[in-house]
Every structure is written in C-alpha cells, then in structure tokens.
C-alpha cells in the first residue's frame, strides 16, 4: 500500500531522478516555479538531479541550460542516457553518438529504423496514422502547446516517433499495436501522442546510471524517483524509494499505484508538490 511522505530523512549519499512534465514542471507553463527551494537544496547537499523525459536531446539541452543543470539526463523514455565528459571520475567507455561535451550511452534503436517500422506496421493493419515526422512545425506546436521554438526541437528525435492514429477505433488500435510488435516496436499511449521505440527502456537507464554512482561512491547510496504517470512505472520501480504525485486534479493514477505498491504519494500536483515531497525526504528530524 502506497504512503504518505514523512520526515524521515533519507542518509546520503543519494541520486534523485524525475519526470518533467506534471511533476517539476507545470505542464501548461513548463516552468519550474515553485520548485526553487527543493532545487537549491539538492544544489547545496550536492545531491545529483537527473531529468528524465519524453523530450528529445536538442529539448532537453535548451531546458538544462535555462535551469543550469550540470548532472546526466535521459531523453526519449529511455533512448539515451547522457553523461558530461569528466563527471565520474571513473572512466566511461566512448559510443559512436558522444559529442564534444557528453557521453552518449544509447539504448533505442535509431529513429530512422523506428519511423520506418511504424509505418509499416501502420499499412499492414489499414491504420492512418500522423507522425511528427509528416507534420510541420506548426503543426506539431499547435498540437502540443508549444512555442515555434520548442516544435523546432521537438522534431530532431533520434530514438522515438510520436504520433496519433486518425478515426482510431479500439480495434484499429489493437492491430496497429500487434502489427508494431511483430517489428519489435514498443507502442505506448500518452497524455496527446501515441510514441513508437524499440529498445528504449527508462528502467534500464536508471539501473545503470544508479550503477556508475554507486562506482563512484564505492557501493553506497540511495536512489530516489518522482513521477505520476503509467510511463514513470519503470522509473519508479527501478529505485529505493519511489514518489507518486497526483495529476492536476489532485487524483493519482491507479496503475502507478497497483504496480509500485511501496511508493510514497505526495501531497499535491506539479513543482509545489514536487517541491513539498523534495524537502520531506531531506528534512532533519
């Protein structure tokens, strides 16, 4: 049974990982306010915050450098992880897709191969389907409440496709979902967008950036993660404690809750609540 957050301080060493959108940022204003005091305080304990996300690399760059975040983020449910050069002082191996100033440690198959397998398994099953990559800018930031800016980096995708099936009925679901599987994609429903992956596994992602840090602190630490929606359950199973915040409307997601039965629940939506649940996990006494 899910419970409430308490006092009880969690000991350090410790990593915190979260969702973004509805839980440190307001999904209509995708702004942090009213998360100021639980992110200076990670600052402060030099506790790392890792951002984990829908959003593609080019989305999350622009984000992480508005809020001066330094630390490993992960893009696309799990596509990539993403480590700045020098961060652990242990040595990472070098992949085909680092750049410059940051490890990439990818676990999604390529975006071309995935577009490509989606829209064949949309012309086996008879299913119209819209993906970002037919619509433009425009298109995708109207559908999405997104500035033109945003849109424009919203398409650069390099692990996953989102799209929505036209006049879908259930049945048209079910076999565009069969067909998609037969090509090794994984087909998972959101909030606007249908998203298409293969290979992209948020679990995984956490289980091996939570594996570099506890290299790095010679096998202590504890691992936190906050989120709410039916894609955070891999997430929240993959830690030592697990945060549920409700949705807008203060109701939590009954799936969330079934398959992470020890998580905690905090008090209410977005970066308040996400502030709240933050400083009383790192409350003394």
Not at 41 to 55: A, F, G, M, Q, V
């Amino acid at each position: 049974m899910s419970c409430a957050i308490t006092s009880a301080v969690l000991p350090l060493p410790l990593v915190v990982f979260t969702e973004l959108d509805g839980a440190l940022l307001d999904p209509r204003a995708r702004r942090w306010d009213g998360a100021e005091e639980a992110l200076a305080e990670l600052e402060r304990r030099r506790i790392p915050l890792i951002l984990c996300s829908d959003k593609t690399r080019m989305e999350m760059d622009w984000l992480r450098r508005k809020m001066g975040h330094g630390h490993p983020y992960i893009t696309e449910n799990g596509g990539g992880v993403f480590i700045p050069h020098g961060y652990f002082s242990h040595r990472i191996p070098k992949g085909p897709q680092d750049t410059r100033h940051e490890h990439c440690r990818t676990l999604g198959q390529p975006y071309q191969e995935v577009v490509e397998r989606l829209e064949d398994a949309a012309e086996e099953a008879r299913v119209e389907i819209v993906n970002f990559r037919r619509m433009t800018v425009r298109e995708i930031a109207e559908n999405n409440g997104l500035a033109p800016r945003e849109a424009e980096l919203a398409r650069l995708r390099e692990f996953s496709e989102p799209f929505y099936i036209a006049g879908a009925t259930a049945r048209d679901e079910s076999r565009l979902t069969n067909a998609a599987q037969k090509r090794g994609l994984q087909i998972t429903q959101g909030a606007r967008f249908w998203n298409a992956s293969s290979g992209s596994d948020i679990g995984r992602a956490l289980r091996e950036l939570i594996g570099h840090y506890k290299q790095e602190w010679r096998g202590r630490g504890r691992s936190v993660a906050l989120g709410g929606s039916p894609n955070d359950i891999p997430m929240l199973a993959a830690v030592d404690v697990a945060v549920v915040l409700p949705g807008c409307r203060g109701e939590y997601n009954n799936e969330v809750l079934a398959k992470v039965p020890r998580a905690r629940v905090a008090a209410t939506a977005g970066p308040a609540g996400w502030n709240q649940a933050v400083m009383d996990l790192l409350r003394v006494g």
